[in-house]
């Protein structure tokens, strides 16, 4: 049996043999396989472990992270975290918000470049935002290869007054590389976008969890830490929105209550200082995780909890819900939607609110809410998603080349 996606051309069948249709798809992340704490990184992953079930996929990574891998020569930004920081780098820097990241991107520029001008794609999907939208659209204006790209950031920023305003200073730079798809999490980006650049293709397209992967049921780790256990999951750095410092403030106010935080960051000596000196060694942890070890973790664990300013919508809480864990995070539109009757949301910022929530969702059984509010995000759902919008941007991109003739 066949299942047509699209009419209007016949390369746009799969079959059920499991055949691949004759496409090449080239995601990019250079700090993908390097950082496993990153939101992007491990969707490009994701995404293309399961779009190649779909077509010939490769993804453009700082280090292996699969089969589809192809590493490509670069200075992933978490290598230069530290450096970037010292005292002799950090005035040269001086003006870069995050310099490891422009160090990234200028890195992995030419090396990507020259991949793709050697074995062309398709399309290309960067999802390391303007450094590989920068790369993708010079490649297209020598080759037509069209662009498909998920904005990642959120419209939400910090106002002159400090409050929260929508500002969408990402999504407004981004649009200035022209992908011939666009893709949100969410109808409200994607209505902000549509007033910025009414002409442009866009998708709304949540993010997805393999509840396969994430689930309750499975293989443990012993963390070393004192029963219950608080994680959170999050880059280490002072000058992102993450607030992990609020997380240790609050874990602090519950005697007997343990604190794991997974990532790394130029500022983790920082953080280990600080977590140190709230709960005590023996009550908190800094640790680094590969991402296939992430679902065991999360069952050796009893709340998550990450209280950012702002998500776009963030992995790590749909993770959290499909292994059973109920999460503790900020009250906003987005997280309402995510995490629904998963988890409780609060005014992060009062910490005794936020200790308070910390101890309902210890106190209680969670599991089964969870896990349910975790399954409206399948990742057998969303791939299709993305499967579709793929075929359509290839198809309409190659109707717009010109006709060769003998």
Known sequence: MTQQLMSGTDETHINGQGERLP???????????????????????????????????????????????YPVKCIPRTYTANAVRHPLIAPLLKGFTTPEILLEHVSSFFPSLLRLLSKPADLIFPHNDYGGLAMAACVRSLTGIPILFTEHNSLLGRGDDGSLVQNGKCLKRNLRFCP????????????????????????????GVNLDKFTPHGTRLDLGLPKPVVLCVASLNCQNQKRVELAMQAVSRLSGVSLLVCGDGGDRIYFQSLGERLLGKERFAIRTFPFEQMAEVYRSVDVFTLPSIYEPFALVYLEAMASGLPVVATDDQIRQYMI???????????????????????????????????????????????????????????????????
């Not at 101890?359 to 509010?373: C, I, T, V």
Request: glycine fraction near 6%.
């Open 340 to 406: 629904g009757k998963g988890g409780i949301l609060c005014d992060v910022t009062n910490l005794d609110i936020y200790a308070t929530a910390l101890k309902h969702a210890l106190s209680g059984n969670w599991s089964q809410l969870a896990r349910e509010n975790a399954t409206r995000f399948s990742w057998d759902a969303m791939t299709l998603r993305y499967r579709d919008v793929i075929l359509e941007t290839i198809v309409q991109s190659k109707k717009k080349l010109p006709v060769k003739t003998d």
């Open 23 to 69: 496409y090449r798809i080239v995601l990019a992340h250079p700090s993908a396989g390097v950082n496993w704490s990153g939101g992007a990184e491990n969707l490009a992953i994701e995404l293309a472990h399961r779009l190649s079930s779909y077509f010939e996929v490769e993804l453009l990574s700082g280090a292996p992270c699969g089969s589809f891998s």
């Open 180 to 207: 011939n798809h666009l893709v949100v999490f969410d109808a409200a980006t994607a209505a902000f976008a549509r007033n910025l650049k009414p002409t442009q293709s866009i998708s709304v397209i949540p993010n």
